[in-house]
């Protein structure tokens, strides 16, 4: 599989952003998709996933209520909608894909990663 995330900027706090990960090479719904960020000296921290269809959905404790992720399996893409940003959602921002599996918060169940997508939050 293989994964490409866009979507990244700069915004300001209180703004939203919406992240896109496409995915080619297996059939979409054969995967789970997770979305994972990395802030400068911080370790790489869970934020959402998503499940095979018909996709159950998983957030982290920092991003709920906040963000909402969402799979096409027609398009092979999986979206993070990112709304009311924090100056401290500042971090680059991975997706990945873990082969027959129903979306986890645990870095090592991924089986594939994309390159990140940086997202600024100014305050």
């Known amino acids: 599989v293989q994964l490409q995330a866009s979507g990244g900027g700069l915004v300001q706090a209180g703004g939203s952003l919406r992240l896109s990960c496409a995915a080619s090479?297996?059939?979409?719904?054969?995967?789970?998709v997770g979305w994972f960020r990395q802030a400068p000296g911080k370790e790489r921290e869970f934020v959402a996933a998503?499940?095979?269809?018909?996709?159950?959905?998983y957030y982290g404790d920092s991003v709920k209520g906040r963000f909402t992720i969402s799979r096409d399996n027609a398009k092979n893409t999986v979206h993070l909608q990112m709304n009311s940003l924090k100056p401290e959602d500042t971090a680059v921002y991975y997706c990945?894909?873990?082969?027959?599996?129903?979306?986890?918060?645990?870095?090592?169940?991924?089986?594939?990663w994309g390159q990140g997508t940086l997202v600024t939050v100014s305050s």
């Open positions: 990945a894909a873990a082969l027959d599996q129903e979306g986890s918060h645990i870095r090592h169940e991924y089986d594939y």
């Open positions: 998503i499940s095979r269809s018909p996709g159950s959905a």
């Open positions: 090479g297996r059939t979409s719904s054969s995967y789970a």
